[in-house]
């Protein structure tokens, strides 16, 4: 059970910022985090970072720790991803996964987004 | 950061084969490790979790086994809506690293 709702793709030109939305529906969002996943085109899936539902504590990976803010809004269930200064290379699509833990620290991601697709090009 | 390393990158089967796909972590995980599926412009679905549980729903010819740092996801038999890309992800330590992906093709 549970679901995750993204906002729609958007084209940025570089420099500018970029803030994806993440609607949860489905599940008590407070019991939650929510993780952020990117996929360049043609590419793996790289993590860019966690925000608790709870109390909207941060990890980020270090590639990302100087231009990506994680927030939540617990009114609405919803998680926002801003990557600022973007680059081409950042153009890539973007999801977020719940976070599960099935206990001893074991953690896994479901469901996911459909994904943004953000496009940087000038 | 834990360094996840798959094989092979990309395979050919036919319906009805035996697949294997191997992950290996750049340092002991225990059985920290989880198995995806992403079929094109879709987000990958979880299919195994704790290197060899079974996440609900999903058909028993899938199967994980491993710890430490060598896993592996077998297909027992190979269905049509299988043909897809395959990904490992570590979740002993945060960054919670993926591999490379193995895609998965019709022979």
């Known amino acids: 059970q549970g679901q995750l709702v993204q906002s729609a793709a958007e084209v940025k030109k570089p420099g500018a910022s970029v803030k994806v939305s993440c609607k949860a529906s489905?599940?008590?969002?407070?019991?939650?985090?929510i993780n952020w996943v990117r996929q360049a085109p043609g590419q793996g899936l790289e993590w860019m970072g966690w925000i608790s539902g709870y109390n909207g504590h941060t990890k980020y990976g270090q590639q990302f720790q100087d231009r990506v803010t994680l927030t939540t809004d617990t009114s609405t269930a919803t998680v926002y991803m801003e990557l600022r200064s973007l680059r081409s290379d950042d153009t890539a699509v973007y999801y977020c996964?719940?976070?599960?833990?099935?206990?001893?620290?074991?953690?896994?991601?479901?469901?996911w987004g459909q994904g943004t697709l953000v496009t940087v090009s000038s | 950061d834990i360094q996840m390393t798959q094989s092979p990158s990309s395979l050919s089967a036919s319906v009805g084969d035996r697949v294997t796909i191997t992950c290996r972590a750049s340092?002991?995980?225990?059985?920290?490790l989880n198995w995806y599926q992403q079929k094109p412009g879709k987000a990958p679905n979880i299919l195994i979790y704790a290197a060899s549980s079974l996440q609900s729903g999903v058909p028993s010819r899938f199967s994980g086994s491993g710890s430490g740092t060598y896993f592996t996801l077998t297909i027992s038999s190979l269905q049509p809506e299988d043909f897809a890309t395959y990904y490992c992800?570590?979740?002993?330590?945060?960054?919670?690293?993926f591999g490379g992906g193995t895609r998965v093709e019709i022979k």
């Open positions: 340092q002991t995980i225990s059985t920290y």
């Open positions: 992800q570590q979740s002993d330590s945060d960054p919670r690293t």
């Open positions: 996964a719940r976070d599960v833990d099935y206990g001893g620290n074991f953690y896994y991601f479901d469901p």
């Open positions: 489905g599940y008590t969002f407070t019991s939650y985090g």
